[in-house]
Nanobody, 122 residues
Protein backbone atom coordinates (compact mmCIF):
# COMPACT_ATOMS: atom_id res chain seq x y z
CA UNK A 1 0.00 0.00 0.00
CA UNK A 2 1.29 3.44 -0.96
CA UNK A 3 -0.28 6.79 -0.09
CA UNK A 4 0.74 9.81 -2.13
CA UNK A 5 0.51 13.52 -1.34
CA UNK A 6 1.43 16.18 -3.90
CA UNK A 7 2.55 19.71 -3.11
CA UNK A 8 4.22 22.66 -4.79
CA UNK A 9 1.49 23.80 -7.13
CA UNK A 10 0.48 27.42 -7.49
CA UNK A 11 0.12 30.40 -9.79
CA UNK A 12 3.07 31.38 -11.97
CA UNK A 13 3.59 33.61 -14.98
CA UNK A 14 4.42 32.18 -18.36
CA UNK A 15 8.12 31.44 -18.60
CA UNK A 16 8.38 30.78 -14.89
CA UNK A 17 9.20 27.62 -12.95
CA UNK A 18 7.65 25.41 -10.30
CA UNK A 19 8.79 22.25 -8.59
CA UNK A 20 6.16 19.73 -7.61
CA UNK A 21 6.80 17.16 -4.91
CA UNK A 22 5.02 13.92 -4.22
CA UNK A 23 5.61 12.41 -0.80
CA UNK A 24 4.86 8.72 -0.39
CA UNK A 25 4.14 6.75 2.73
CA UNK A 26 4.88 3.08 3.04
CA UNK A 27 8.10 1.12 3.06
CA UNK A 28 7.65 -0.17 -0.48
CA UNK A 29 7.95 3.19 -2.27
CA UNK A 30 11.30 2.29 -3.81
CA UNK A 31 9.73 -0.74 -5.53
CA UNK A 32 7.40 1.37 -7.64
CA UNK A 33 7.80 3.33 -10.81
CA UNK A 34 6.33 6.80 -10.45
CA UNK A 35 4.46 8.93 -12.89
CA UNK A 36 3.10 12.45 -13.19
CA UNK A 37 -0.13 13.12 -15.02
CA UNK A 38 -2.22 16.23 -15.50
CA UNK A 39 -5.83 17.02 -16.18
CA UNK A 40 -7.25 20.31 -17.40
CA UNK A 41 -10.96 21.12 -17.01
CA UNK A 42 -13.05 19.21 -19.49
CA UNK A 43 -10.11 17.18 -20.75
CA UNK A 44 -8.76 13.70 -20.23
CA UNK A 45 -5.94 12.89 -17.85
CA UNK A 46 -2.69 13.19 -19.82
CA UNK A 47 0.70 11.65 -19.24
CA UNK A 48 3.49 14.06 -18.31
CA UNK A 49 6.51 12.05 -17.14
CA UNK A 50 7.51 8.81 -15.46
CA UNK A 51 10.55 7.29 -13.81
CA UNK A 52 11.65 3.77 -12.91
CA UNK A 53 12.10 2.63 -9.32
CA UNK A 54 15.86 3.17 -9.57
CA UNK A 55 15.64 6.49 -11.37
CA UNK A 56 17.69 5.06 -14.19
CA UNK A 57 15.09 5.54 -16.88
CA UNK A 58 12.71 8.41 -17.51
CA UNK A 59 9.90 8.92 -19.98
CA UNK A 60 8.34 12.24 -21.04
CA UNK A 61 5.42 13.45 -23.05
CA UNK A 62 6.55 15.29 -26.19
CA UNK A 63 4.84 18.44 -24.99
CA UNK A 64 7.12 18.74 -21.94
CA UNK A 65 10.43 17.36 -23.20
CA UNK A 66 13.26 19.76 -22.57
CA UNK A 67 11.19 21.77 -20.09
CA UNK A 68 10.22 19.32 -17.33
CA UNK A 69 12.43 16.96 -15.35
CA UNK A 70 11.27 14.08 -13.19
CA UNK A 71 13.47 12.77 -10.40
CA UNK A 72 13.15 10.80 -7.20
CA UNK A 73 14.83 10.41 -3.84
CA UNK A 74 14.05 6.97 -2.46
CA UNK A 75 15.65 7.82 0.89
CA UNK A 76 13.04 10.58 1.28
CA UNK A 77 10.19 8.64 -0.34
CA UNK A 78 9.67 11.56 -2.68
CA UNK A 79 9.37 12.12 -6.40
CA UNK A 80 9.76 15.53 -7.98
CA UNK A 81 8.69 17.29 -11.14
CA UNK A 82 10.77 20.34 -12.01
CA UNK A 83 8.84 22.47 -14.48
CA UNK A 84 10.62 25.23 -16.37
CA UNK A 85 9.56 27.56 -19.18
CA UNK A 86 5.94 27.10 -18.19
CA UNK A 87 3.22 27.89 -20.70
CA UNK A 88 -0.47 28.71 -20.19
CA UNK A 89 -1.31 25.33 -21.75
CA UNK A 90 0.47 23.64 -18.83
CA UNK A 91 -2.37 24.78 -16.57
CA UNK A 92 -3.98 21.72 -14.99
CA UNK A 93 -4.29 19.66 -11.86
CA UNK A 94 -1.14 17.58 -11.56
CA UNK A 95 -1.27 14.09 -10.08
CA UNK A 96 1.45 11.69 -9.09
CA UNK A 97 0.93 7.96 -9.33
CA UNK A 98 2.71 4.74 -8.41
CA UNK A 99 2.79 1.65 -10.59
CA UNK A 100 4.85 -1.33 -11.71
CA UNK A 101 6.60 0.40 -14.64
CA UNK A 102 6.97 3.92 -16.12
CA UNK A 103 3.96 3.63 -18.41
CA UNK A 104 2.38 6.56 -20.18
CA UNK A 105 -1.08 5.00 -19.79
CA UNK A 106 -2.73 6.10 -16.57
CA UNK A 107 -4.69 2.86 -16.22
CA UNK A 108 -1.41 1.08 -15.44
CA UNK A 109 -1.04 2.95 -12.15
CA UNK A 110 -2.70 1.67 -9.01
CA UNK A 111 -2.04 4.45 -6.52
CA UNK A 112 -2.83 8.14 -6.93
CA UNK A 113 -2.44 11.35 -5.00
CA UNK A 114 -5.15 13.96 -4.62
CA UNK A 115 -3.59 16.38 -7.09
CA UNK A 116 -2.16 19.88 -6.95
CA UNK A 117 -3.29 22.82 -9.08
CA UNK A 118 -0.83 24.52 -11.41
CA UNK A 119 -1.98 27.72 -13.09
CA UNK A 120 0.17 29.53 -15.64
CA UNK A 121 -0.89 33.04 -16.54
CA UNK A 122 -0.06 34.64 -19.88
Amino acid sequence: QVQLVESGGGLVQAGGSLRLSCAASGRTFSRYAMGWFRQAPGKERDFVAAITWSGGFTNYADSVKGRFTISRDNAKNTVYLQMNSLKPEDTAVYYCAAGPAPHSDYVRYGYWGQGTQVTVSS
